[in-house]
């Protein structure tokens, strides 16, 4: 069975305080892996996308890379902007344009 | 330029009611999707239409569920017989029918409660 599992469930930082969220999966013919950035009340909102191993893409202050088997959201020097839900989610070869979604990372980061 | 529209932002609606949602794509996108998102089940797939293809339903959770797009552009979820269970913030989401280029862009939801 397809799955994919984000860790920590929540993440409480400090104003500059780095850190890195997990998206494990386990799937047959990845096609790609999404992330996306929700803050309450909103759809989530488009990040990155990586196709395959050893990808690896940036914006501001986050920086997502790929595995066979996982996907890391790095946080440099975080700020409380960057307080949101962090989802991430696949996409296979096989299931047409659908994503399957982790239960996503809860991030605080305190001024 | 526009983003993913949703109406209404938020229904409240009682048990047996039947509710309907609008979705109006960003334009140009072939691609729309309907997703639920619930506390205890995350954010859930529920149908995907690509141009004048079948719909792939294979997310819809039971037949009070129902979806169409029409003119290959606004589309309408409907929920006939609602049930408290049904109560989630529903998203749509559009995107290209490219491989190199597929990213989804969500729209903010539409709140149903069902009292």
């Known amino acids: 069975e397809d799955q994919v599992t984000q860790s920590p469930e929540a993440l409480r930082l400090q104003e500059g305080e780095s850190s890195s969220l997990n998206c494990s999966y386990t799937?047959?013919?990845?096609?790609?892996l999404f992330w996306y950035r929700q803050d309450p009340g909103k759809g989530p909102e488009f990040l990155f996308t990586?196709?395959?191993a050893g990808e690896e893409k940036e914006k501001e202050r986050l920086k997502a890379t790929l595995t066979k088997k996982e996907s890391f959201l790095h946080i440099t020097a975080p700020k409380p902007e960057d307080s949101a839900t962090y989802l991430c989610?696949?996409?296979?070869?096989?299931?047409?344009?659908?994503?399957?979604f982790g239960g996503g990372t809860r991030v605080l980061v305190k001024p | 330029g526009a983003g993913v529209s949703q109406s209404p932002s938020n229904k409240v609606t009682e048990k047996g009611k039947d509710v309907e949602l609008r979705c109006d794509p960003i334009?140009?996108?072939?691609?729309l999707y309907w997703y639920r998102q619930s506390l205890g089940q995350g954010l859930e797939f529920l149908i995907y239409?690509?141009?004048?293809?079948?719909?792939?339903k294979s997310g819809l959770p039971s037949d009070r569920f129902s979806a169409e797009r029409t003119g290959g552009s606004v589309s309408t979820l409907t929920i006939q017989r609602t049930q408290q269970e049904d109560s989630a913030v529903y998203l749509c989401?559009?995107?290209?029918?490219?491989?190199?280029?597929?990213?989804?862009?969500f729209g903010p939801g539409t709140r149903l409660t069902v009292l």
């Open positions: 799937v047959s013919g990845l096609r790609g």
């Open positions: 989401a559009s995107s290209f029918r490219r491989p190199d280029y597929n990213e989804q862009f």
């Open positions: 990586l196709y395959s």
């Open positions: 334009s140009g996108h072939t691609a």
């Open positions: 239409f690509q141009g004048n293809s079948a719909p792939d």
């Open positions: 989610a696949v996409q296979l070869k096989a299931a047409g344009n659908k994503l399957t």
